[in-house]
Nanobody, 123 residues
Framework: QVQLVESGGGVVQAGGSLRLACTAS????????MAWFRQAPGREREFVAA????????SHAISVEDRFTISRDYAKNTGYLQMDSLKPEDTAVYYC????????????????RGQGTQVTVSS
């Protein structure tokens, strides 16, 4: 069984940066897609970014593609989401997910999910 634990959330001023980490345990995720989703209060959960098992193919939502970068460290079995130029509308709970197979932008496609970490961007 795979467990995912997010870290790195917090409160930051608009224009600032945060780096979220997603540490996996239970098995190596070398062949797994890792992805980030977020959910703001009163809004639908939305796709943020995904990276495939090779680490060479990444996808980002249009709303973040010029500000956020997804990456992974195989030695640490950890995925990352670097978030720069943060905006108040980025405030949400961010969830790390993983699945075996191809990248997918649907939350329901991911078998493994973390508990989430809160990101708050103040104006």
């Amino acid at each position: 069984q795979v467990q995912l634990v997010e870290s790195g959330g917090g409160v930051v001023q608009a224009g600032g940066s945060l780096r979220l980490a997603c540490t996996a345990s239970g098995r190596a995720l070398d062949s797994y897609v890792m992805a980030w989703f977020r959910q703001a209060p009163g809004r639908e959960r939305e796709f943020v970014a995904a990276i495939d098992g090779s680490g060479y193919s990444a996808s980002h939502a249009i709303s973040v593609e010029d500000r956020f970068t997804i990456s992974r460290d195989y030695a640490k079995n950890t995925g990352y989401l670097q978030m720069d130029s943060l905006k108040p509308e980025d405030t949400a709970v961010y969830y790390c997910t993983a699945r075996f197979g191809m990248k997918n932008r649907s939350w329901w496609a991911y078998r493994y999910r973390g508990q989430g970490t809160q990101v708050t961007v103040s104006s």
